[in-house]
């Protein structure tokens, strides 16, 4: 769904983050083992759901500053226009300690990596498969549409012609109008890993379009009210990322949303 304006900002990002405070201890538990994790442009901005979150990632090879203590930095290869600049940042990213890498983002979608099934595996063999053994590597994140040619048929066609990619998890983005509309394409997606031997799925991005840019507050906390314990509750289910750690989202006014306020609860 999004990325594209990220690559324009990430320097801007990059720069105000170094300057923001970043680490802080906190008296929370740690939820360590937590599927939660935060999706971020600016890394001061995963601060206030820290307690709640286990890893981040910020559709990028790099953090962009320090990420909370205890959280996990989760490195993923956007898109073509990273390939240039991936061979060196990955090695800094798993030197750090990151343990997962993410596929491209939403390949099936022409407005964000856009990629065909066969050129994205050739990319991941060339990209990712390399770091097989130094980290579990995680599919291209796929939409939700039912389109022909994208969303789990674009993942599936990928999946068919990446049996050798050694890829342990599959990734997947959700926009929608309803919690059994969630489940149902988040069950789906299990199918979809059971074919191929894989049982973690990853939710990479999920929301309510009527919550995009902080249209309805209120429904969107009763979303995630219903979706997160069932989601908890899903043994291939490894993780998820609600859309996103910014203003008008999780964040409001530098405090919690009544979304965040249940995403950290």
């Avoid at 994790?37 to 600016?42: P, W």
């Avoid at 939403?106 to 595996?121: G, I």
């Avoid at 040619?149 to 066609?157: F, I, M, S, V």
């Avoid at 750690?245 to 609860?265: F, H, I, K, R």
Wanted: hydrophobic content about 35%; charged content about 15%.
């Amino acid at each position: 769904m999004v990325g594209f304006t990220k690559l324009a900002t990430a320097g801007l990002l990059a720069t105000s983050a170094l300057a923001a405070p970043h680490g802080h201890h906190h008296s929370h538990t740690k939820r360590s083992n937590s599927k939660r994790g935060a999706a971020y442009n600016d890394v001061a901005l995963i601060q206030p759901v820290a307690q709640a979150v286990s890893w981040a990632y910020d559709w990028n090879m790099l953090a962009d500053g320090l990420v909370p203590d205890g959280v996990e930095y989760v490195p993923m290869l956007w898109g073509s226009k990273m390939f240039g600049g991936w061979a060196s940042a990955i090695q800094t990213t798993l030197a750090s300690g990151s343990k997962y890498i993410l596929g491209f983002n939403e390949p099936d979608n022409p407005s964000q990596a856009s990629m065909s099934p066969s050129d994205a595996v050739q990319a991941y063999k060339d990209h990712i498969t390399p770091y097989a053994g130094k980290a579990t590597l995680i599919s291209p994140s796929a939409t939700n549409s039912n389109n022909p040619g994208e969303g789990l048929d674009w993942l599936k066609q990928f999946m068919d012609g990446c049996s050798d990619c050694n890829i342990g998890g599959l990734s997947v983005h959700w926009y929608g109008d309803s919690a059994d509309d969630l489940k149902n394409f988040v069950s789906q997606t299990v199918d979809l890993g059971n074919q191929y031997g894989i049982d973690q799925i990853w939710l990479t991005e999920f929301t309510l379009n009527s919550a995009m840019n902080g249209g309805d507050p209120n429904g969107a906390a009763s979303f995630l009210q219903d979706v997160l314990p069932w989601l908890d509750s899903q043994p291939n289910v490894a993780r998820y990322a609600y859309y996103m750690c910014a203003e008008g989202y999780l964040l409001n006014g530098g405090s919690l949303s009544p979304s965040g306020q249940v995403y950290t609860s």
